[in-house]
T-cell receptor, first 115, second 112 residues
Framework: EAQVTQNPRYLITVTGKKLTVTCSQN?????MSWYRQDPGLGLRQIYY???????DKGDVPEGYKVSRKEKRNFPLILESPSPNQTSLYFC??????????????FGNGTRLTVT | AQSVTQLGSHVSVSEGALVLLRCNYS??????LFWYVQYPNQGLQLLLK??????LVKGINGFEAEFKKSETSFHLTKPSAHMSDAAEYFC??????????FGKGTMLLVSP
């Protein structure tokens, strides 16, 4: 089954403790992206990757890191999480850029709480 | 630059009534436009998209949207609401190959 898999689904952590949220897709998509969803703010892009070894900042990159060493994986790293990073995170992928015909495929989300 | 404005954070309709969710966009180049739906505890799913060609676009579950360039709008409609349509709906615009900008979302509430 074609899918984007995120792990974990739920994560509670403390301020300053490094964490990684994994994202993997099995559709051979070139483009991958991370979004955060907050009430009343919709989805905001954190980082995206057009292809392996190519990453770029989105609208809200501060406090986050990503890497794209393989085509299928795009982990999101919070090296020193803070409470304002408490949010619902989505990974998404598509073939080519978002301006092309194919839509974004989303994972089921990771709900992160930082205390 | 590109942006999306969705009018109304919540829309309430009765089952069987017309659904109208409003979306206006801003883009410096011809846009691609999308509507996504999010059910509770799930990711987003594509409802429909406009890229080029016919301005009236039909999607899944009986939804459709019309691209109106002169009004910079892409409103989502469904003739008759069903209880299963209750969800959050997001309009999104892409004016390039690298970013998809989402609106803040509209929660659709359907009452019996």
């Amino acid at each position: 089954e074609a899918q984007v898999t995120q792990n974990p689904r739920y994560l509670i952590t403390v301020t300053g403790k490094k964490l990684t949220v994994t994202c993997s897709q099995n559709m051979n998509h070139e483009y991958m992206s991370w979004y955060r969803q907050d009430p009343g703010l919709g989805l905001r892009q954190i980082y995206y990757s057009m292809n392996v070894e190519v990453t770029d900042k989105g609208d809200v990159p501060e406090g986050y890191k990503v890497s794209r060493k393989e085509k299928r994986n795009f982990p999101l790293i919070l090296e020193s999480p803070s409470p304002n990073q408490t949010s619902l995170y989505f990974c998404a992928s598509t073939q080519g850029g978002t301006g092309l015909n194919s839509p974004l495929h989303f994972g089921n989300g990771t709900r992160l709480t930082v205390t | 630059a590109q942006s999306v404005t969705q009018l109304g954070s919540h829309v309430s309709v009765s089952e069987g009534a017309l659904v109208l969710l409003r979306c206006n966009y801003s883009s410096s180049v011809p846009p691609y436009l999308f509507w996504y739906v999010q059910y509770p505890n799930q990711g987003l799913q594509l409802l429909l998209k406009y890229t080029t060609g016919a301005t009236l676009v039909k999607g899944i579950n009986g939804f459709e949207a019309e691209f109106k360039k002169s009004e910079t709008s892409f409103h989502l409609t469904k003739p008759s609401a069903h209880m299963s349509d209750a969800a959050e709906y997001f309009c999104a615009v892409s004016a390039g190959y690298s970013t998809l900008t989402f609106g803040k979302g509209t929660m659709l509430l359907v009452s019996p």
